[in-house]
């Protein structure tokens, strides 16, 4: 079993910054995958970034060149480093992270882009 906890979300006006963190806690060997989703208003979830166990990243094209996704050296946390930020980056933002066939999901944090 495997337990993902989400923080740093909150309100920031556009431009500005956020750095969001899931920390990992359980049965965290051979966790393969860890990635960021966000769920907007009427909308369906969406991959924002990941990356899998080979360090290799995946961002989805919205957010290239402003988001970027990393992991601490324990490879327990996920961090995602988000600059100019835009209205439309508003959502909940989901951890997630992959153990052989089994899907964990955090609970989610609110990230409000808003002047």
């Known amino acids: 079993q495997v337990v993902l906890v989400e923080s740093g979300g909150g309100l920031v006006q556009p431009g500005g910054s956020l750095r969001l963190s899931c920390a990992a806690s359980?049965?965290?060997?051979?966790?393969?995958?860890m990635g960021w989703y966000r769920q907007a208003p009427g909308k369906q979830r969406e991959l924002v970034a990941d990356?899998?166990?080979?360090?290799?990243?995946n961002y989805a094209d919205s957010v290239k060149g402003r988001f970027t996704i990393s992991s601490n050296n324990a490879k327990n946390t996920v961090f995602l480093q988000m600059n100019s930020l835009k209205p439309e980056d508003t959502a909940i933002y989901y951890c997630?992270?992959?153990?052989?066939?089994?899907?964990?999901w955090g609970q989610g944090t609110q990230v409000t882009v808003s002047s």
């Open positions: 359980g049965s965290i060997f051979s966790i393969n995958y």
């Open positions: 997630n992270a992959v153990q052989g066939r089994t899907n964990y």
């Open positions: 990356r899998i166990s080979d360090g290799r990243t």
